[in-house]
């Protein structure tokens, strides 16, 4: 199976775009080499001697004029990464970035009780125990783990083939989901598959970046990111996909076109293309269908406002048993920051009245999310995240 490079466009990858050969390396490498990184950290109680290494390699490095450092925060790669950075300002700590060949990238490191710590855009002490982050992202692994802990995941089969894909249809309720076994963002990712012929279409646009996907179960609702820190559900937010809804008369595309005139400054338009088009189709629409009054549709899988969504802080409003549910996750995923995906019709009412899962964990999620949702009280997790550095220990 060929590879189509497509760096600077792809409507599967969505708003942050990447090389496919070199993603599809990458994942391969990644798979391979996850496997020694598990064994790793299980040798290891804690990343001390990773810390030491990335101290003498970037000392090496800067000695040789290759590596540079950073104070200006703006130039900080993500908002994520700018939201702990402002946040170790107000406690007097300096945080300065890795620049590469003149390039700022999402490394940086913090001058603490006289020491350097090297870290990538969430600062995780090194003595945490942090083992699960060697396999968190791989969805079949996590759901397998989940379902053994009686924590609610989406029954799910790992596939690499498309006749692994045909025997794994046949086995699952539909509607049905592929996506890549590990990665992030949604990237060439398919909903709503109800035929064998849209699963093979799905895993083919799956294998354009990876050669291990994983079919699950669909699971109804929205899509919710639960942060945990230090086994604490500490953020509960809400990002639904674009939509609308008809009014009788008007076709889907003029609903689309008068959204994008009158949104919420802080959202995004409502890119009209192929993803959308097929997303749309597989619910029996196009662009020119008429939809009745008061019938809203998803137009397309991936949510928040970087899409066109909306987006909600939720943690007051979640029902206490959520709370739980998310400290017993965190316990069994031994790592200290984790952001869960989940999808469930209410949080506020009981769980345990309603069909949910948790379908992803995330080792390096972004917490400013919590942070910037259009409704909802903000909540700085920067705050939760150096607090992690408070409890005392032997450095």
């Known amino acids: 199976m060929t590879h189509k490079d497509t760096t600077k466009s792809c409507n599967a990858c969505g708003t942050s775009p990447m090389n496919h050969k070199v993603l599809f390396t990458f994942n391969v490498l990644e798979e391979t080499l996850g496997k020694l990184g598990e064994i790793m950290m299980k040798l290891s109680k804690n990343q001390r001697l990773v810390n030491y290494f990335e101290k003498v390699l970037h000392n090496t490095l800067s000695l040789v004029g290759i590596v540079r450092f950073n104070t200006d925060m703006e130039k900080a ?90 025997k794994a249809f046949d086995l699952l309720n539909k509607p049905l989901i592929i996506k890549p076994k590990n ?87 409502i890119e009209i293309n192929n993803e959308l088009v097929t997303f749309i189709k597989r619910q029996d629409y196009t662009l020119e269908s008429v939809l009745e009054k008061d019938t809203a549709i998803n137009l397309i899988a991936k949510t928040g406002r970087m899409y066109g969504g909306y987006t909600k802080e939720m943690l007051p409003d979640v029902h206490p048993k959520i709370h739980e549910i998310f400290k017993k996750a965190g316990q069994v995923l031994e790592a200290p920051v984790i952001g869960f995906d989940l999808i469930i019709e209410d949080p506020t009412l009981d769980p345990d009245t309603q069909r949910f899962g948790i379908i992803e964990a995330n080792s390096l999620p972004f917490i400013d999310l919590h942070y910037f ?10 705050e939760n995240v150096w607090d992690l550095w408070k409890d005392p220990h032997p450095q």
């Open 373 to 382: 949702a259009l409704e909802g009280t903000p909540i700085n997790l920067a």
């Open 183 to 269: 990665g992030s963002r949604g990237r060439h990712t398919t909903t709503n598959i109800n035929t064998k012929e849209e699963a093979i279409k799905a895993f083919n646009l799956g294998y354009q970046i990876t050669p291990s996907m994983v079919i699950q179960e669909h699971l109804f609702g929205s899509v919710y990111r639960a942060t945990v820190i230090n086994n604490k559900l500490v953020g509960f937010f809400r990002g639904d996909p674009p939509n609308v809804t008809g009014n009788g008369k008007s076709t889907i595309l003029e609903l689309i076109e008068e959204k994008n005139k009158n949104h919420h400054p802080l959202l995004s338009n």
């Open 77 to 166: 790669v993500t908002g994520r990464s700018k939201l702990i950075w402002e946040e170790a300002k107000r406690r007097s700590l300096k945080m300065e970035q890795i620049i590469i060949f003149g390039k700022p990238i999402e490394h940086y490191r913090v001058h603490i009780n006289g020491k350097d710590f090297y870290f990538e855009s969430l600062p995780i002490p090194p003595w945490l125990p942090q083992r699960g982050y060697a396999w968190i992202d791989d969805k079949f692994k996590l759901a397998r783990l989940l379902q053994k802990e009686n924590i609610p995941a989406p029954k799910s089969i790992k596939i690499r083939t498309r006749r692994s894909t045909e």
